[in-house]
């Protein structure tokens, strides 16, 4: 009996919720009590922070290793817009006047064939929005989103911010 009326309660509360809940993505990590590295920020299921000292994009991405994550990977206008504003909220960046950071997205191939570190091209992550026409032509660059929220090419030696994406831990 008591575990039928537990599943009742469940069941009201998630429609009750549903119903009533209108930024449920948006919170649904800072519900949870999970383990959120220090300067971490919740946004949909991940954490994020900026870094505001400058590394290329191969030291970025090893720091953010070392967090348990990666370069943030951009799969929204929305997600783009919050990365944006963290970008803007870390400067000023020791060690560069670039008005962006890097993100998790390069062409390693040469070939102006930009992919994500999760294996899919800009397209199928599901933002590809740059700040210039022509900068998705370049070769041998790594990404980078400005602080206007689109995407630009950059050396990958360039020393610039980064923001890093983790998933969470739950306790």
Known sequence: MNSLLCIFIFLFIVTTSESQCTDCVDTAVSQLKVQKPEG??????????AYNVAKNWNNAQQTCQGDNGNLAVINSREEAQFVQQLVINARPITG???PGGWVGFRDSDGAANWQTLTGQNLNQAGYDVWWRKGDRAKKNKCGAIKICGRFSAVSCDDRIAFVCEIKPSVD
Do not use: A, R
């Not at 971490?40 to 922070?49: E, H, I, R, V």
């Open 96 to 98: 560069s006047t670039y």
């Open 40 to 49: 971490y920020k919740p946004w949909g299921n991940n954490l994020y922070k």
